[in-house]
């Protein structure tokens, strides 16, 4: 079974451009995570799906970050415009069950690098 | 509001070294404790989890147990090799009321010299 897959890799852009990010959960996982870590410091939580919804997006910096799921599959994030600060990496999670805690399932990570 | 605090990096250490690396949270509620690892090149991976105090959880050598007295869940191996050298976070989630979200440390970068 494939885990959870992140596209790209990595990624290079300039000051003021967009760059969405994209995250493919694995199959019939409802939650999907976007998590952040900024200049090696702790990982932080951006925000939270279940299905197509937004559970939660109290972790969401400002209104430059839109993240979508249509269809409550795949997942993108976009930034726009990129500022400098925005430059970590950008890891995604999924998990099964919605009503109780359960393992979430990370997958390699963007790293996002504004100059 | 909820946090993780862990020891900071890097932690430098000989093949067949005992390895402890702490870690202590503050929340509301009881959560479930989680020790994660990144090995280089590769992303976040669950090593071992703990869901109530007094539990002990192991994989791979590695063991951590839920101290709620100390408000700790610090991770041992009894000898490290090589192979171990990642960066481990601590995190911790759920709990009474909260939202399914992880709270991670700040990540501890092992190295493990031959």
């Known amino acids: 079974e494939a885990g959870v897959t992140q596209f790209p890799s990595h990624s290079v852009i300039e000051k003021g451009q967009t760059v969405t990010l994209r995250c493919d959960p694995i199959?019939?996982?409802?939650?999907l995570y976007w998590y952040r870590r900024v200049m090696g410091k702790e990982i932080k939580f951006l925000l939270h799906?279940?299905?197509?919804?937004?559970?939660?997006e109290s972790g969401m910096p400002n209104n430059r970050f839109l993240a979508e799921r249509t269809g409550g599959t795949y997942s993108t994030l976009k930034v726009q415009p990129a500022e400098l600060e925005d430059s970590g990496v950008y890891f995604c999670a999924s998990s099964q069950e919605i009503q109780s805690y359960t393992e979430a399932f990370f997958g390699q990570g963007t790293r996002l690098t504004v100059v | 509001g909820n946090s993780v605090t862990q020891m900071e990096g890097p932690v430098t250490l000989s093949e067949e070294a005992f390895l402890t690396i702490n870690c202590t949270y503050t929340a509301t509620g009881y959560p479930s404790l989680f020790w994660y690892v990144q090995y280089p090149g590769e992303g976040l991976q669950l090593l071992l989890k703990?869901?109530?105090?007094?539990d002990k959880g192991s994989n791979k050598g590695f063991e951590a147990t839920y101290r709620k007295e100390t408000t700790s869940f610090h991770l041992e191996k009894g000898s490290v090799q090589v192979s171990d050298s990642a960066v481990y976070f601590c995190a911790s989630g759920g709990g009474g009321g909260a939202t399914n979200k992880l709270i991670f440390g700040t990540g501890t970068l092992l190295a493990v010299q031959p």
């Open positions: 199959s019939g996982h409802d939650n």
């Open positions: 703990a869901t109530k105090a007094d």
């Open positions: 799906f279940v299905k197509e919804s937004k559970q939660d």
